[in-house]
């Protein structure tokens, strides 16, 4: 028995098509003739790709049962990144097509949320914002204000963001990684 497209909300988990996927966005139209339906974008849990649709209630759309899991990220190699499990110390690993934009977020270290459905490891649940050293960067020069614009810098993840012109290398950033926006200094 499916769910009605009426309780569909953001990060809920759903089989759509035999396939997990996450709903990113929602939006909900009812129509003063005929059934209501619901606008939405997903992301394919297994392997990262996004696309939208409209459902209806006639759609055979379940929700999945996700298991959650705290995982520390060690390393990666060439197509593999590598992960503990927190709880059985058992090693886990991903393809790097699975996580490709989660990836460039990831340090050595960092602890993450595992998403396994039917007991296989599927996706990353990243944290919402994360404390990252600034490696290269223009300098900042005397009187540069929150204001006054922007200037990339690369973290020590090789990720790219931009920065206010204040901020120097070595500096420690809070990013929110959700849509890759500075925050703050820390």
Known sequence: MGISVGSIRPSMVIIYDDKPYIVLECNHVKMARGPAHCKVKLENL???????CTLRDSDN???????????????NDSNKYHFMDLETYEELVCDKLAI??????????????????KNEFMNLKMPVTV?????????????????????????????????????NEGDTVKV???????????
């Open 131 to 167: 404390i990252y050293k600034v490696v290269e960067t223009e300098p900042g020069f005397k009187g540069d204000s929150v204001k006054s614009g922007t200037k990339p810098a690369k973290l020590e993840t090789g990720a790219i963001l931009q920065v206010p012109l204040f901020i």
């Open 176 to 186: 929110d990684i959700r849509d890759r926006q500075y925050l703050s200094r820390v």
């Open 100 to 117: 490709e934009e989660k990836a460039m977020w990831l340090k050595e270290n960092m602890e993450v949320t595992g998403l396994f459905y």
């Open 61 to 75: 759309v379940m929700e999945a049962e996700i298991e959650e899991r705290d995982l520390q990220y060690q390393y």
């Open 46 to 52: 297994r392997t990262s790709q996004v696309i939208e």
